[in-house]
């Protein structure tokens, strides 16, 4: 039997991340974020799910938005989708809205596939809640909500297995999403906006991202004390995001952010709220180090919530550069799972990926494996 499948882009996710503005919510927003010379990215993401899916799946009726939103996309493939909606030049939720009131009206649609980020997946949730199943392939800035596969090629691989029966459950999951505004001024405000059906499949799903558990504290400034006295002179270090590194700048006495990524050079301020480019320029042909600490729960080191540190800037360092700060209650969340990278260039995943030794407090190290999502 043919398969009924609904494709939904936001053409506009992660445009913000890159140059260091932590989302792309608002027209304000994503005009800055042009000027700051962002570029789409949602569609490219959204073409390697694609292509695992059509590889792996005989037949497939589609179901799309007009344009940027999911045509095009689908007419470069010769799936000839079955146009619901076209949407503005200029697409905001309000287009999201109106093309899934339309997904509902379909007899017996199979699953929602949606490519962006939380913003995303919490205005799907807002319209066809536990209607139909979803799967989401992670395109924003902000990716907490565990309704989105680790990587577009394993969004491919899951919709392909739920498409040819081989995933026959799906799991009510929740739809986080970070108020913007206040992520900006490094404040997280998180509320669940939701639920959606999601196909079961925990090899393929990431988890909900998970806070550093309090009783990390004195093992987070340990371990950051440890960093600081391994600082070398007139080197450039790249450090974020996260609240775990937030005591390597306490200590430094230099003024931190939190959620995004900062640049020092012998103990001292060089640039704050580093953008992409920012750091391009800055460390470039210099010698640089990276600090960065996975994502409690989810476990990416790179690929979630620091876009800045792009496949271009990771080109630029050696593993050697790398220093990974963790606590043990954050690699607890993790269960043995190991930490995350997708940087979108398969060849620079795989060239970082292995065992790394990661500060885990002072003098104290714990080897961590790091694969490709």
Known sequence: MVKKVALLINPIAGMGGRVGLKGTDGKDV?????RRGAEPEANQKAEKALKITLDKVDQVEWFTAGGQMGEDLLNKYDQNPDVLYSGKEETGPDDTESFLKEVLNQDDIDILLFVGGDGTARDVAKTIQLEIPALGIPAGV????????????????????????EIQSVNEKEVIDIEEEAFRQDE???????????????????NLKSPSP????????????????????DVYYIIGSGTTLVPIMEELDLEVTKLGVDIIKNKKMVKKDASESDILEIIKDKPAKLIVTPMGGQG????????????????????????????????????????????????LDERLSGYYKVVVGYENLKMYKLKRA
């Open 142 to 165: 902000k990716i907490h909500s565990p309704v989105f596969a680790t990587s577009p090629e394993n969004a491919g691989e899951l919709l392909a297995g739920y498409l040819n029966d």
């Open 300 to 347: 990416y080191l790179f690929g979630r919530g620091n876009p800045q540190i792009s496949s271009k800037v990771l080109s630029q360092l050696d593993k050697d550069d790398i220093t990974i700060v963790s606590t043990p209650g954050k690699i607890r969340t993790l269960n043995n799972r190991p930490f995350l990278i997708y940087t979108g260039d398969a060849d």
């Open 30 to 34: 994503l005009e800055e974020a042009r």
């Open 214 to 233: 309090q009783s990390d504290h004195e093992a987070k400034v340990s371990a950051c004390l440890d960093v600081i006295d391994r600082m070398e002179e």
């Open 188 to 206: 997280v405000v998180t509320e669940v906006y939701g639920y959606l059906n999601v196909p079961h499949d925990e090899s393929h799903m990431q």
